[in-house]
Structures are given as C-alpha cells and as structure tokens.
C-alpha cells in the first residue's frame, strides 16, 4: 500500500534534510515533487492542488521552517483531506453495492467476520439472484467463518430483501450483498433503490475497487446520487494498485472510507484510520496497525514470556520457532515492513524468503526438545540427522545454528543500548 507515493514523499524531504531553515524555493521545489508523487499515485487533481495550496500557505507563513516541521504541516493536511470522522458501522441491515467483480461479496464475508470477532450478532444475505454461483459464493465464505446465512428459497431479489428484514430482527447487523453490473445501468439502479427502500438500511457502502482507481470513483457518484451511499470499502489495496484514490473519496463523495481490503483471505479487512494512512504516506509507517496484528497472531501471555527471557538473554531456539511462527502468523513479510517507521520505502525492494522460514521451521521442528534448549550439544552426527528429519542439507542446518548465534547476539546488543530500535526523529 502506497509503497510508490512514500518513497517519493520520503525523497522530497530527504532533499531538505541537510537544510536548517527552509525557504520559499527549498518548498516550492518539495511542493513540485509532491505533487508529482500524488498525480503518479493516482490521487484526483483537484484534491492535489487543494492539499498543496493549503501546505504552501502554511509553511510560507512559518518563518525557518525545517523539513520535519514540513513534513508535520503535510501530516495534518493529508488528515483534513481523508477526513476524521467514526468509521464505525450503525447497526442494521448494511447493504453493498458496486460494480461488478469489485469485491462486494468477499468483502461481505469480510466485514461478517469482523464483526463476529467484535460479539456482535450477525446475519449474511445475498440478493444476486442472476449469476447462481453467486449465492452459493456467499454461503460458502459464511460457512468457512461460522457465520449464520439466510438461505432464501424466495425468487426476486425484493422478496429475498423482505425476508431479510423479517429476519433482522434476531441480529445486530444483516450484510445484503448485491448483484453487480459492468457499468452503471438503469436496471440495476432501479433494482438497488428499490432494495433499499424495502430494507431501509443503516448504511449503504460502496465498494471501491483501487486497481480502478478514480473510473471507480466516477461510478462511485452515480451511485451516490441514487442511493445516498454512507460510506465507501476500498478492496485490492494490495497488489499494484497505486492507492490514491483513497485520497479523492471524501473530496470526491463527501463520505468516508470505512475499511480497505488488503488481500483475498478473509481477514484481510483493516478499519480506515486517516491517521495510520497519512503516516504511512509520509513514511512514519503503520505501528499500530502492526501492533493490533502482532497481538492477534501472538497471544499476552507467550509474548510476555518472551519478553522476559529476552531481557534474561535466555533464548533458545524453541523460542526462535516460536518467533517464526508468531512471524508466519503475521502474514506476508514484505507486506510488514511497509508498516515499519522509517524503514517502509528504503526496504521496499526487500523481499523476505518465505521458503526459507519455512526450511528453519523444519529444521528447528526436527530437533529433540533437548536439542533446542541447548543448542551447543548439536555435533555433526545430530546435524545429519536432523538435516534428514527435515529435508535439507547439513549446512542449511549450520546456517539455522548461525542465525539463531546472531540473533542472541543481536538481542545482548539491544539490551545495551536505551531506546531500541531505528525510530526517526520527527517532532510529535
Ligand atoms: N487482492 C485482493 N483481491 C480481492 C480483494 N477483495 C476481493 N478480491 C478478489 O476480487 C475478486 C472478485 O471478488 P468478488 O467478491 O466476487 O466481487 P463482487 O463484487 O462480489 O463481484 P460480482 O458479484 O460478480 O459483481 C475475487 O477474486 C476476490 O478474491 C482484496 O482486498 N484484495
Ligand atoms: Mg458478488
């Protein structure tokens, strides 16, 4: 996610670093570069121009500024232009609504699922009676959640809607998936107005697909001018998409963007939170969304425990397994460290080895218990053994011994030194 736009974002300041009080040449040759960044990232014209306007007038107006204090200024005008109201969702029946193959089902099964996790009751209803498969599409991701779905045996998609509304009323939130159409067509229009007026939803959510960037937010309109949309899902945020639509939807729509999809699996749904976004765009990367992640893939107690024997300097390298899986539990590495503070575009061309978690995992799984709590007692016969039990070769074995020697000495290092990690410096 935004992978492009921050290194460039990063590069226009990088430029400023050296320089202790900024002038008006030194911004307008930042502001020429963000722009360029922002166009390049897809991010509609007019909103440009209007974030940059109000960027020059404030840093032209603060005598000696230095980068940091500009990159602040960029900071809470990215936050004015994504908008900072709640994302959250009004129980009721919530309706999806787009074109076709932007993601409404999946994001369906999505959003089910992550209000599931928050207690909440939930029922999943689809009305695109056309394409069969579709129902059945739906069904399927409910049933892999353990999400209850209403299996209407109705024939028009008003009097399955009519059904759902009988229904709600055990619920907290119904999720109405609805058909979706090439193009913005009469026919489908009339069909979703109609639902909605049988349904009277809570909220009516567009689903934006980012691969189509700012075309998607011209149906967008169209859908908004016939059935008042209260919020916007932008899906396929991974992938190539550049990302700056999400800057257009408020100024583009006038409502927000509720959550973004990040991936085809099921929990791949983040909350939109404009202030993780605008961070991750000037490059402070995402911590708290990796933190929420991190806390999900590893539970209090064994990250504690963790905690406490790396303070001790006792790891062993059944911790070290443990880490890979917390690591695997995370989800795709590279997608990680474009959250990291700092490190987010210069690593971008990193590519972590999945395959190669997956060989230590292997070797460390083929030791005896008594082998990963001390790992000194490994002598070349239990290296071939183990390289055996895994698969792999003697010296993929040394090489896991290897790691895990310079992971404890990396931690010893830590430990020495207050403040750990390469936090940049930035006045907040
Ligand atoms: N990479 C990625 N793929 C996604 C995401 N959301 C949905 N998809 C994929 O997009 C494709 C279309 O998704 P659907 O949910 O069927 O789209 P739809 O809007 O319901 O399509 P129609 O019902 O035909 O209009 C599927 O292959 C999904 O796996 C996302 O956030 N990231
Ligand atoms: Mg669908």
Do not use: W
Request: charged letters at 30%.
């Amino acid at each position: 996610m935004f992978e492009n736009l921050t290194r460039k974002v990063s590069g226009a300041f990088e430029k400023l670093r050296s320089i202790r009080k900024v002038g008006e040449k030194q911004i307008n040759d930042a502001l020429r570069d963000l722009r360029i960044a922002l166009v390049e990232a897809d991010v509609e014209y007019s909103v440009v121009k209007d974030l940059l306007k109000r960027l020059r007038e404030r840093a032209l107006k603060e005598q000696g500024l230095n980068s940091d204090a500009l990159m602040m200024l960029l900071y809470e005008e990215l936050l004015k232009t994504l908008g900072s109201e709640s994302q959250e969702l009004k129980k009721g029946i919530i309706m999806m609504v787009g074109l076709q193959g932007t993601g409404k089902t999946t994001t369906a099964g999505k959003l089910a699922l992550y209000l599931k996790e928050k207690g909440f009751r939930v029922l999943v209803c689809s009305t695109d009676i056309r394409r069969p498969a579709a129902i059945l599409q739906l069904e399927r991701l409910c049933e892999k959640i353990g999400v209850e779905f209403l299996k209407a045996q109705e024939n028009s998609a008003e009097d399955i809607a009519r059904r759902a509304v009988l229904e709600y009323k055990n619920y907290d939130f119904t999720l109405l998936d609805t058909a979706g159409r090439l193009h913005v067509d009469e026919e489908l229009m009339e069909e979703l107005e109609s639902l909605k007026s049988i349904t009277k939803p809570s909220e009516v959510i567009y689903v934006a697909d980012a691969m189509q960037g700012q075309t998607g937010l011209e149906s967008a309109k169209a859908f908004h001018e016939r059935l008042n949309l209260t919020g916007v899902i932008v899906t396929k945020m991974d992938g190539d998409a550049r990302g700056g639509v999400v800057l257009s939807v408020r100024a583009s729509l006038g409502v927000g963007i509720k959550f973004v999809g990040v991936g085809e699996k099921l929990d791949e749904l983040e909350p939109f939170y404009p202030d993780r976004i605008a961070q991750r765009i000037i490059g402070l990367g995402d911590i708290q969304t990796l933190a929420e992640r991190a806390k999900k893939a590893m539970p209090e107690d064994e990250a504690q425990s963790l905690a406490m024997k790396v303070l001790k300097g006792e790891l062993d390298l059944e911790d070290m397994l443990k880490q890979i899986r917390f690591i695997k539990n995370m989800g795709p590495i590279d997608k990680l460290v474009g959250m990291l503070p700092g490190v987010g575009a210069q690593l971008r061309d990193l590519k972590v080895d999945e395959k190669l978690i997956k060989k230590t995992e292997a070797i460390i799984l083929s030791m005896t218990k008594q082998e990963r709590k001390n790992p000194h007692i490994i002598n070349m016969s239990r290296k071939i053994r183990i390289a055996k039990g895994s698969g792999t070769s003697v010296s993929d074995v040394n090489r896991v011994l290897k790691d895990y020697e310079k992971m404890k000495k990396m931690i010893r290092k830590l430990k020495s030194t207050p403040g750990i990690g390469p936090f940049p410096r930035f006045p907040m």
